[in-house]
C-alpha cells in the first residue's frame, strides 16, 4: 500500500511516512499525469472525469509531490462517491492512512463551499417557485450526513426565505425536536411560513410514526400562533420525500 506525505504547514501534522522520491523534484510521469488531469477538467468541466479523478485534483493541493491516486481509490472505496467523501467527518476522514490535517482542510473547504453556493440560491428567494433550487440545497446539506439533523426554514408573508435554521443535532435513527421552540424561534424571525427539513441517515425517506406524530404537534403550534407549515421534508440518499405530497400534512 503506497503512502502519502502532505505539504508542511506550521505546526505537526500525524502523516503517513513520504515515498522518497529525488529531493527539490517531482518526477516527470506525475507531472505529466496531474496536468493531463487539470487539462481534461478545464476543458471537459467535472462531468468529463470519474469521481476519483476529481478527488485527486482536490488532493492535488495537499500532497503536491505524491501519487494520489491510490489515496483516492482508497477513499472512494471506504466512502462511496465524492460526495461522500467531501462531506465525511473528519474523524472517519483522518481514520485513513495518509489523510491529516491539510487533506481534511481541502476537502472540507469544498464541502464548505458547495453548500454556499446552492444556499445562495435560495436564500432571500420565493421558496416555493424556486422550489427544485431548495431541494438542491437539502440535498446538498443533509443528504450525505451520518446523523440525523433537523433543520427548519423560515419565510416571510411573499414566501421569501429570510432565516435556515438548525435545530437540533440526533443519532443514526432520532433526533430531539421541540415544537414549542420552532414556534417561538419563527416569532423572534417574525417569519409567517416554515418548511421543515431532516434528514434519514439510513437512505430511505420513508417517515416514521414519530416523525409524523412531531410533525402534527409542530402544525398544531403554528396553527395556534398563526403561522403556515408548508412542508416537511426528510432527505435520503437519492431521494427526498415531502409530507404535503404524500398527504400528512
Not at 506550521?10 to 507531472?31: C, H, N, Q, W
Not at 423560515?154 to 421541540?178: M, S
Amino acid at each position: 500500500m503506497s503512502h502519502f506525505a502532505e505539504q508542511p504547514l506550521p505546526f505537526d501534522l500525524d502523516e503517513a511516512t513520504p515515498i522518497p522520491i529525488a529531493k527539490g523534484r517531482t518526477p516527470s510521469y506525475m507531472v505529466d499525469h496531474r496536468k493531463r488531469l487539470r487539462t481534461r477538467f478545464m476543458e471537459g468541466g467535472a462531468n468529463a472525469m470519474p469521481d476519483y479523478e476529481l478527488l485527486e485534483l482536490v488532493l492535488f493541493r495537499a500532497i503536491p509531490r505524491q501519487d494520489v491516486k491510490p489515496l483516492a481509490h482508497m477513499l472512494m472505496t471506504e466512502f462511496g462517491d465524492f460526495n461522500r467523501v467531501v462531506s465525511a467527518p473528519q474523524d472517519r476522514l483522518r481514520a485513513i492512512k495518509g489523510i491529516g490535517d491539510a487533506v481534511v482542510c481541502e476537502l472540507k473547504i469544498i464541502e464548505a463551499a458547495a453548500q454556499r453556493l446552492a444556499r445562495a440560491k435560495v436564500l432571500n428567494k420565493q421558496v416555493l417557485s424556486s422550489w427544485d433550487a431548495l431541494l438542491d440545497y437539502c440535498h446538498t446539506t443533509m443528504a450525505h450526513r451520518e446523523t440525523e439533523q433537523f433543520r427548519v426554514l423560515f419565510l416571510d408573508r411573499k414566501n421569501v426565505l429570510i432565516a435556515d435554521e438548525e435545530q437540533a443535532k440526533g443519532t443514526v435513527d432520532h433526533v430531539p425536536v421541540y415544537p414549542r421552540e420552532v414556534a417561538k424561534r419563527a416569532l423572534e424571525l417574525n417569519a409567517s411560513a416554515l418548511i421543515l427539513v431532516h434528514n434519514h441517515p439510513s437512505g430511505d425517506p420513508t417517515p416514521s410514526q414519530s416523525d409524523i406524530d412531531m410533525t402534527a404537534q409542530i402544525e398544531m403550534a403554528c396553527s395556534a400562533l398563526g403561522l403556515t407549515l408548508h412542508d416537511h421534508l426528510i432527505v435520503g440518499k437519492s431521494r427526498e420525500l415531502s409530507f404535503k405530497s404524500a398527504g400528512y400534512i
